[in-house]
Structure formats: structure tokens, C-alpha cells
């Protein structure tokens, strides 16, 4: 059974940071490209980072191009989201995800997810 | 911002079918495959649909996908109250590189 674990939400101030994990297990995790995906308030699903089973490649939205960093620990089999110089649009729960293939294709399984707060 | 756009809410008695559709464009669902997911208040989503028209082992014939040039539609037959649920389309983006989600809708049960 697909399980997957995010850690590391919490209140931040405007321009801070932050870093999510995701211990992920019950698959190969080398395997399958891993994704995160936020949810602000009352709002839709936003795609915000993917890194490909390989590693070899990062998928980020302009969104937060040049501020959000995912990367993986193999030996943990862990996923990462570090967040810098966060906004107040950054304020969501964020999913780790795990895709069906080896890139980004569509998520086959969710987290229960982490709420990120931003103050302004 | 969602490229793809869903209806806000739709709704229909127990026993009757729905229509989600879901729009976009020749560089998301017009080249790439369709998603849908399921999420309840509170909850994670789930995969409902992919490939357009697959389901994953589990989920009931009620939901069916399909495809058609830039959009894209769920339908859900047999409504139970149990469908109450927020529906969010999802496919590739060939132009953007990066993975886009619809603005989700609402199905409410009367």
C-alpha cells in the first residue's frame, strides 16, 4: 500500500521559510516521478513542483520559480519542498504526490497533505 | 491561475447523471491525456479517472470519462448522495511544462 507522509507545515512569517517532507512508502519510490500540489482556501488545486524518477528533472510553475526547491533523500526514501521568501498567496495545504510514471504524468496517490500559513 | 476550466457546481437529483466538462487548449487536453480526481471536504483528492476514459480498480462504472478535441468530460450516472464532492480535471501542459488543474466543480446532490 501507497503511503505518503508530509511534515513540516506551520505558521511563517511573509518573506521566511519553510521545508516540507513527504516519507513516502509501499512503492519503489526511484521509480515514479514525485509531485507537490497546494490548495489554498476554498480554492482549486495548484500544481507547484515535480522531480522525474530519475532526478534528473525539476518542474516548477513561474509561480514560484526561483523560490521553491524540490529535491529527495534515496536513502530515506523521503521528498522535499524547501520554501523561500514566502508570500502571502503561498498560504495553502501542500500534497505530496506520487505520479504514475517516471515523468509527470497524473497523480495516482495523495498525502493527507500540510497547511502552510503565511503573515503578512 | 487554472488553465483548465470547469462550471462552478452542478447538481441533480438521486439517480440522475451529471456532466462535469472540463476546457482547455491544443497544448494541454488537446495533445495529452485527461485526468479527473475526487475530493470531499477535508480530504485529500483521489484518483477518480486517467487516460482520459480509465478507471483505477475500485472506482464504480458510475464514473466514466471521455474526450473530445480541447475538452474533456466526467459523468457521473446514478447519482447517490455519496457523490457530493468537489471534481478537478488535470492534464499535462506541453507549451507551459507544468501539470494544470481545472477550477474545479462542485456536485451537489439535491
Known amino acids: 500500500e501507497v503511503r505518503l507522509l508530509e511534515s513540516g507545515g506551520g505558521l511563517v512569517q511573509a518573506g521566511g521559510s519553510l521545508r516540507l517532507s513527504c516519507a513516502a512508502s509501499g512503492f519503489s519510490f526511484t521509480s515514479y516521478a514525485m509531485s507537490w500540489v497546494r490548495q489554498a482556501p476554498g480554492k482549486g488545486l495548484e500544481w507547484v513542483s515535480a522531480l522525474s524518477a530519475s532526478g534528473g528533472s525539476i518542474y516548477y510553475p513561474d509561480s514560484v520559480q526561483g523560490r521553491f526547491t524540490i529535491s529527495r533523500d534515496k536513502s530515506r526514501n523521503t521528498l522535499y519542498l524547501q520554501m523561500n521568501n514566502l508570500r502571502a498567496e503561498d498560504t495553502a495545504i501542500y500534497y505530496c504526490?506520487?505520479?504514475?510514471?517516471?515523468?509527470?504524468?497524473?497523480?495516482?496517490?495523495w498525502g493527507q497533505g500540510t497547511l502552510v500559513t503565511v503573515s503578512s | 491561475q487554472s488553465v483548465l476550466t470547469q462550471p462552478p457546481s452542478v447538481s441533480a437529483t438521486p439517480g440522475q447523471k451529471v456532466t462535469v466538462s472540463c476546457s482547455g487548449s491544443?497544448?494541454?487536453?488537446?495533445?495529452?491525456?485527461v485526468a479527473w480526481y475526487q475530493q470531499f471536504p477535508g480530504a485529500a483528492p483521489r484518483l477518480l479517472v486517467y487516460d482520459n476514459d480509465k478507471r483505477p480498480s475500485g472506482i464504480p462504472g458510475r464514473f466514466s470519462g471521455s474526450k473530445s478535441g480541447t475538452s474533456a468530460t466526467l459523468d457521473i450516472t446514478g447519482l447517490q448522495p455519496g457523490d457530493e464532492a468537489d471534481y478537478h480535471c488535470?492534464?499535462?501542459?506541453?507549451?507551459?511544462?507544468?501539470?494544470?488543474f481545472g477550477t474545479g466543480t462542485t456536485v451537489t446532490v439535491l
Open positions: 488535470g492534464a499535462w501542459d506541453s507549451s507551459l511544462n507544468i501539470y494544470v
Open positions: 504526490a506520487k505520479d504514475n510514471g517516471a515523468w509527470p504524468y497524473y497523480v495516482d496517490s
Open positions: 491544443s497544448s494541454n487536453i488537446g495533445n495529452n491525456y
